[in-house]
C-alpha cells in the first residue's frame, strides 16, 4: 500500500475520534505517522498538528464554567434612579425632636387662621403621587406627626387667613423611613 494512502488513512481516523468528541492520543498517531516511510509524512504531521489544536480548543468551549466562590456573597446594585427628600414652599419646616417618631414641626404664624395637609405617596420613584389623606388643622398647631413607610411620601401644609387666602405653605417630598434623617435639598419656590 502506498504511504500516502496510509497516512490519509490515519489522519481520517484521528479525524472520526475528534468529530466524536473522543480523546486523541497525539503521541501514538504521530507514532503511527512516522512508522510509514514516505513523502507525505511531513504533510499528515502538519494535518495531526491542526487535529490537535482542534481538539484543544474544543475542551476550552466544553469546560464548564469556574464556579463562584460560595463565600464570596454578589456585590450590591446601586438603585438605577433615586429620589432624594426634598423641600419647597415660603415657609421653614423642620424634623422634630424624639426617636422613632416622624413629626413635622413650624413656627406659629399669625395670619394663619386654619391648615390643611395632605398626605400623598407614590409606589416608586417615577411613579405619580396619589393623595392619600387630608386633614385639617387649627390655626394654634405648630407640628404634625407622618404616617412614613417603605413608599415615597408627600405632604403638602397650607396655612389660610381668614378669607381663605393661601398664606404659607411648603411641601415636603420623597420621604420615606429609611430617607427621613437625611439631609432635605431645598429649593426654590415662586412665592
Known amino acids: 500500500m502506498e504511504a500516502g494512502v496510509q497516512h490519509a488513512r490515519i489522519i481520517d481516523e484521528a479525524r472520526r475520534r475528534v468529530a466524536r468528541g473522543e480523546a486523541l492520543d497525539e503521541a501514538a498517531v504521530e507514532a503511527q505517522i512516522r512508522a510509514v516511510d514516505g513523502n ?25 464554567p469556574a464556579p463562584t466562590p460560595a463565600s464570596t456573597p454578589p456585590a450590591p446594585r446601586k438603585p438605577l434612579f433615586r429620589t432624594r427628600p426634598t423641600i419647597t414652599g415660603n415657609m421653614d419646616v423642620h424634623r422634630g425632636r424624639g426617636p422613632g417618631l416622624f413629626v413635622l414641626e413650624w413656627r406659629a404664624e399669625p395670619k394663619v387662621s386654619s391648615w390643611e395637609a395632605r398626605f400623598s405617596e407614590r409606589p416608586d420613584a417615577r411613579g405619580e403621587y396619589v393623595v392619600r389623606e387630608e386633614l385639617s388643622l387649627p390655626a394654634d398647631a405648630t407640628s404634625l406627626q407622618l404616617p412614613l413607610g417603605d413608599k415615597l411620601f408627600r405632604v403638602h401644609l397650607l396655612g389660610r387667613d381668614r378669607g381663605g387666602r393661601l398664606v404659607s405653605r411648603t411641601i415636603v417630598s420623597g420621604l420615606t423611613r429609611d430617607t427621613w434623617a437625611e439631609r432635605w435639598e431645598r429649593r426654590a419656590s415662586a412665592s
Not at 507525505?40 to 464548564?64: F, G, T
Open 40 to 64: 507525505s509524512q511531513e504533510s499528515a504531521l502538519r494535518q495531526l498538528a491542526r487535529l490537535a489544536s482542534v481538539q484543544r480548543a474544543r475542551a476550552l468551549v466544553d469546560r464548564a
